[in-house]
């Protein structure tokens, strides 16, 4: 069976990863924040107890040196012991004593001739940079010059100064070292090595940490919230200055209920809370329930996560074939603990998920005692992208609510009802209705056919009731869930008929030929909409209507005085006379050396007229 991690899901997971942080931005002009997050990913500069991380303070020798073990390969071995007194006023039991160990005895700082180390001096600019360059690998031998001049123009050359405003003398501040810090990690070292990627991390093709990687190397989880108590109690930081995502979307620890998985990046003072759950009868386990990797419920298969959930799961735990069960899903799907029906504690919070039943079928599994048994499942297109199945009868094509309330879930129809309207050129309202910030829309049509759409999709277009299958406004009265009765066209395939004779069809999908006897003739050797049932097989074959393209752009195609817009996944084919290869638009667009043919859906939906193939013939 196909896995129920959709794409969307996917995306979801990733984004809740890096919402606390922007996306990167192209070296030389990256944002404060995202310097900022990236160096308390990183365990640099983490601030102070609460939170607040004083950017504006100068920073102090033992300070330094702290920064700069969190910024090596000793980030993970230095302790809380009392450590050896090195200098007269670096005692046993000062806070530092640990990280000016390691900092001297890699040579990266010294002490002063009396016998001091000064701990608590402001550091100036030079300093930090004969210490780093020390942690680079390089020696006195390898600068020219005295000085401090040497030091800082090696620093400069390097590029460890890009984004710094200090100079000679000057003392620097917490927020000079998130800088200086961030540059540490994309500079080459004396070998030759990006600094960062010598330390195992990810380095992204523009040529900088990859942000999400830091912060799930220094995730903790997942973890399973338990009854009557809270995440505030089980995170090592205190909840002020926090950040808080469920589900990927901003949040507060009160949001957490009982059996939430929960992550947690101390660094960033960051809790992400999920609630995924799946319910339904378990039916196989895979490679074998003594070991099992994954598990099978209600006709869907889920990667198994933590050995916790591997024994329950396993002919030692205390499920069987056959149980339903409750499966508790982390950020990436897979499944962190396993609940049983009969758990009472299960928050009694509702869940509803809108979508249409795209199949409905006996299944059948064998349960621990050898018996048989079969049951009749649906699975269900939901408008947040994600497939869902349980048990249930309902009819392919029938718009369904689904509730999942404690360990109970049900599926019931739900009746069609129509709404008419423009939508607006920003996409901001249907008619009379405004669109919810967090609306979902979903393009079906009878037969099972789906596909989640965005309210730009539709910007624009003319509603009319019989292109609106359901719809569904929330508390403040905004459209929240919107359900189309193929008015864009998008749920269809498309593609070009290479052959059309008696005996049927032969034809290219998406650059992937193929071949059906159950459309006969009458279709001729062009482009071609493919209309299927939600089961995947062919319903019908028709021509698509043509023009001879003018011009050509990434949006619109020009044929004399018309304008048609490309469909996002627009085919390109060059026809060589025999094969037809996918190409794309930029290596057809010298016009001088291609004939151009559009093919666009012209059947009248009301968010079509999409040019949704195009064939290039070489002059």
């Not at 997050?37 to 330094?64: C, H, K, W």
């Not at 000793?74 to 006023?89: A, N, P, R, T």
């Not at 059948?364 to 699975?379: L, M, P, R």
């Not at 044929?559 to 996918?582: C, F, H, K």
Request: glycine share 10%; charged share 15%; with cysteine.
């Amino acid at each position: 069976m196909k896995k129920i991690v959709s794409a969307l899901l996917s995306f979801a997971i990733v984004f809740s990863l890096v919402s606390a942080a922007p996306a990167a931005v192209a070296a030389g002009s990256t944002s404060r924040e995202t310097v900022e997050q990236t160096i308390r990913a990183l365990g640099i500069i983490v601030g102070d107890e609460n939170g607040n991380m004083n950017l504006g303070s100068y920073v102090t020798r033992a300070e330094f040196a702290k920064m700069m073990v969190a910024a090596s390969a000793y980030k993970d071995s230095v302790g809380k012991g009392s450590g050896v007194s090195l200098f007269k006023d670096v005692k046993q039991g000062h806070w530092a004593v640990e990280y000016i160990k390691v900092a001297v005895n890699n040579g990266w700082f010294v002490g002063y001739s009396d016998g001091s180390f000064r701990p608590d001096n402001n550091i100036a600019l030079e300093e930090t940079a004969t210490a780093l360059l020390r942690l680079l690998g390089y020696t006195s031998s390898d600068v020219v010059g005295t000085f401090p001049y040497a030091q800082l123009s090696k620093f400069n050359a390097l590029g460890l100064n890009q984004n710094l405003s200090r100079g000679q003398g000057e003392l620097v501040t917490r927020n000079d070292c998130m800088t200086i810090f961030y540059n540490l990690m994309t500079v080459s070292n004396k070998s030759g090595v990006v600094y960062g990627k010598s330390l195992g991390y990810t380095i992204n093709s523009s040529g900088e940490l990859d942000f999400s990687s830091l912060v799930a190397a220094n995730m903790k989880g997942p973890f399973v919230l338990d009854s009557g108590s809270g995440i505030a109690a089980k995170i090592p930081f205190t909840t002020s200055n926090i950040s808080v995502y469920k589900n990927g979307s901003p949040s507060d620890l009160s949001s957490a209920s009982p059996y939430d998985v929960y992550y947690y990046n101390a660094n960033m003072r960051t809790v992400w809370i999920y609630n995924n759950r799946v319910i339904g009868t378990y039916t196989a386990a895979s490679p074998s329930r003594v070991s099992p990797t994954s598990v099978t419920v209600a006709g869907n298969s889920y990667t198994i996560g933590t050995s916790g959930a591997a024994y329950k799961l396993s002919s030692m735990g205390g499920f069987s074939i056959g149980d339903t069960v409750t499966l508790l899903l982390g950020m990436d799907g897979s499944v962190v603990d396993v609940l049983s029906a009969g758990t009472t504690d299960i928050p009694t919070s509702t869940s509803t998920y809108i979508g249409v039943v795209i199949s409905s079928a006996q299944a059948s599994y064998t349960d621990s005692n050898g018996s048989v048994i079969s049951e009749n499942n649906v699975k269900v297109a939901c408008t947040d992208g994600v497939t869902r199945q349980f048990s249930g009868s309902n009819t392919v094509g029938t718009i369904v609510s689904i509730t999942m309330t404690g360990s109970s879930v049900s599926v019931s129809n739900l009746s069609e009802k129509g709404l008419r309207g423009f939508v607006s050129s920003d996409g901001t309202k249907l008619g009379d209705y405004s669109f919810a910030g967090n609306v979902e829309i979903m393009d079906t049509n009878s037969k099972g056919a789906y596909k989640v759409i965005y309210t730009s999709r539709i910007a624009g277009a003319l509603l009319n009731s019989d292109d609106v299958r359901y719809y569904e406004l929330d508390a403040s009265g905004k459209i929240r869930y919107l359900i189309l009765n193929d008015a864009t066209g998008d749920i269809h395939s498309y593609g070009v008929i290479t052959k059309s004779t008696s005996d049927g069809l032969s034809y290219i999908i998406k650059g992937t030929a193929g071949s059906t006897t159950l459309i006969k003739g009458g279709v001729g050797a062009s482009g071609a909409i493919f209309r299927y049932y939600g089961n995947g097989s062919i319903e019908s074959i028709r021509n698509l209507g043509s023009i001879n393209i003018d011009s050509l752009t990434s949006l619109y195609a020009l044929s004399g005085s018309a304008q048609y817009r490309l469909a996002e996944d627009v085919q390109v084919y060059i026809n060589s006379g025999t094969n037809y290869n996918l190409t794309n638009i930029s290596a057809v667009s010298d016009l001088n050396k291609y004939t151009l043919t559009g093919y666009y859906d012209n059947f009248n939906y009301s968010a079509g007229g999409r040019v949704r193939v195009i064939i290039a013939t070489e002059n």
